[in-house]
């Protein structure tokens, strides 16, 4: 008896962008992978149905996009901090002088 294989969505992903970049031809990636037209076809189809759900919600962001943009956000106050505390410096050693 054969037990039917799973793929992940990664690797489904991989198969159809390759074909539609046009890397590989489907016969070629069904015979290097061992998988049937018919189920490479019906990928590729979910694929582009699907694709319109990539861009349909445009307030959800990747957790590492939103992260970096936080640190962008804290470096930017730290060196405003910074540039405030220079010319603070500055001025309070001038009037040191002055003394």
Known sequence: ????????????AA???SILKG???TSEICR????????VGRWKKQFLENASV???QPNSQNPDTSHTAELEQ???RLTME?????KASI???SNKARK
């Not at 008896?1 to 489904?12: A, L, Q, V």
């Not at 290097?32 to 189920?39: A, D, M, Q, R, S």
């Open 91 to 93: 001025l309070l050693n």
């Open 74 to 76: 804290m470096v930017g």
């Open 15 to 17: 198969v159809v962008l």
């Open 1 to 12: 008896m054969s037990s039917r294989r799973t793929f992940s969505p990664e690797f489904k």
């Open 23 to 25: 890397e590989k031809s």
């Open 82 to 86: 910074v540039d405030i505390l220079k």
């Open 54 to 56: 990539v861009f349909s």
């Open 32 to 39: 290097e992978h061992k998988i049937k037209e018919t189920v």
